[in-house]
């Protein structure tokens, strides 16, 4: 029986769990240790931690939270949630023990959807990005290619305009845009290549080439793709969360959801994902959650 049980050690989980630990909580944090980033060589835009490694940051996190005698972390997947008719959580991990806790947390993630294109994936966290904002500083003022269709490709074009002027949208196929959006490549001087894509060239995880079915080699540095993403865990569909246009949690204030006691922060709630939002938002659940959890041992 825990205070709390957090699924999910990314930055929201960890932080979470750090300023619940302050507040003398009983906190089990589970996760299988397979972060967003993992692919990533470094993260950026955290304060005192821009260029560190999402390994070493994880390994400084848990480190710090050794401290604090009242967490635990269990390197187990947590299989399905629900809430019983006593208001606590109940939790089922891999190895089928059941767990319960006054409060639930998941912060739990996404998942990109990595485009399926031959020779991605050595590349994949080095020179082929999903977001500008965390990889994009690196390889300003380069040759870039954009991986994407519709709205979704048109958006992130003009988004990277503030990295590069040498800017090309790679549809791999039809672009699905109207006339009105061709023309606002044309005039920021961003190319279209409606062709398919046949493979990426690189060597040592850096991107050379997009090689098109008609035999065309584009040059490029770097390649940022917009094709979705999906939630990591079905904990929140099982336990009837209510999601966004974009497919994330809808939130309330601190984190909260529909269901009283449960707390969704991170990227599987918000439209910034961002390592140092996550972690903002970790805490600010972890305040909500320690203040209901005082309101109820006072009453």
């Known amino acids: 029986m825990y205070d709390v049980i957090i699924v999910g050690t990314g930055p929201a989980g960890l932080s979470a769990a750090l300023m619940l630990g302050r507040c003398r909580r009983t906190v089990l944090v589970c996760d299988t240790g397979r972060p967003r980033n993992a692919a990533s060589?470094?993260?950026?835009?955290?304060?005192?931690?821009?260029?560190?490694?999402?390994?070493?940051?994880?390994?400084?996190?848990?480190?710090?939270?050794?401290?604090?005698?009242?967490?635990?972390?269990?390197?187990?997947?947590?299989?399905?949630?629900g809430c019983g008719k006593d208001s606590l959580f109940h939790v089922t991990l891999t190895s089928g023990e059941r767990l319960k806790s006054r409060k639930l947390l998941l912060a739990t993630g996404v998942v990109d959807h990595v485009p399926p294109v031959p020779g991605i994936a050595e590349l994949y966290g080095k020179s082929v990005h999903h977001c500008p904002y965390c990889d994009g500083w690196e390889v300003r003022d380069q040759p870039l290619a954009v991986y994407g269709r519709g709205d979704r490709g048109l958006g992130l074009s003009l988004e990277l305009i503030t990295w590069s002027r040498d800017l090309v949208l790679c549809s791999d196929g039809p672009c699905e845009l109207d006339d009105e959006a061709r023309g606002r490549l044309e005039r920021n001087a961003i190319t279209l290549r409606e062709e398919r894509i046949t493979r990426l060239e690189g060597q040592d995880g850096i991107l050379q080439h997009v090689v098109f079915e008609n035999g065309v080699r584009l040059a490029r540095r770097a390649l940022f793709f917009t094709t979705g993403q999906s939630q990591r865990s079905d904990l929140l569909t099982r336990l009837a969360c209510e999601f966004n246009d974009k497919g994330t949690v809808r939130t309330g204030k601190y984190e909260t959801t529909h269901l009283p006691g449960l707390f969704v922060a991170g990227d599987a709630s918000r439209a910034v994902q961002w390592v140092i939002v996550a972690a903002a938002e970790g805490a600010e659940a972890a305040f909500a959650i320690n203040t209901d959890l005082v309101k109820a041992d006072l009453a």
């Open 41 to 81: 060589e470094a993260l950026h835009g955290y304060l005192t931690r821009d260029g560190i490694t999402p390994r070493e940051f994880i390994q400084i996190a848990r480190g710090e939270l050794r401290n604090y005698e009242t967490v635990e972390i269990c390197d187990s997947e947590v299989v399905d949630a």
